[in-house]
Nanobody, 124 residues
Framework: QVLLVESGGGLVQAGASLRLSCVAS????????MGWFRQAPGKERDFVAA????????AYAEPVKDRFIISRDNAKSTVALQMYNLKPEDTAVYYC?????????????????WGHGTPVTVSS
């Protein structure tokens, strides 16, 4: 079982950048596909981005495409989400998650392990 811990969230103004990190421990990180999701108050948890086990394939939700970049470093057991040009609608708690299989990675149910989340607040 892999354990995930996110960091890097905070309060920023619109247009700013933030880099979220997720550190994994307890299992072989390199075998998992990884994803980032976010959940705004009173809303469902939504897909943000995903990366394959080898970092070769990525996927993004339409609202963040061209502004966010997901990457991973298997040697350091980390996955990052670089966020540019943040908007107030990006305000949410951001979660990283691990999936055993590289399938349906835009869906919450594809992931078996979740971190506790890191909050991001973007002021206008």
């Amino acid at each position: 079982q892999v354990l995930l811990v996110e960091s890097g969230g905070g309060l920023v103004q619109a247009g700013a950048s933030l880099r979220l990190s997720c550190v994994a421990s307890g299992d072989t990180f390199g075998i998992y596909s990884m994803g980032w999701f976010r959940q705004a108050p009173g809303k469902e948890r939504d897909f943000v981005a995903a990366v394959s086990w080898d970092g070769e394939r990525t996927a993004y939700a339409e609202p963040v495409k061209d502004r966010f970049i997901i990457s991973r470093d298997n040697a350091k057991s980390t996955v990052a989400l670089q966020m540019y040009n943040l908007k107030p609608e990006d305000t949410a708690v951001y979660y990283c998650a691990a999936a055993r299989y590289e399938a349906r990675l835009t869906v919450v149910g594809a992931y078996h392990t979740w971190g506790h989340g890191t909050p991001v607040t973007v002021s206008s």
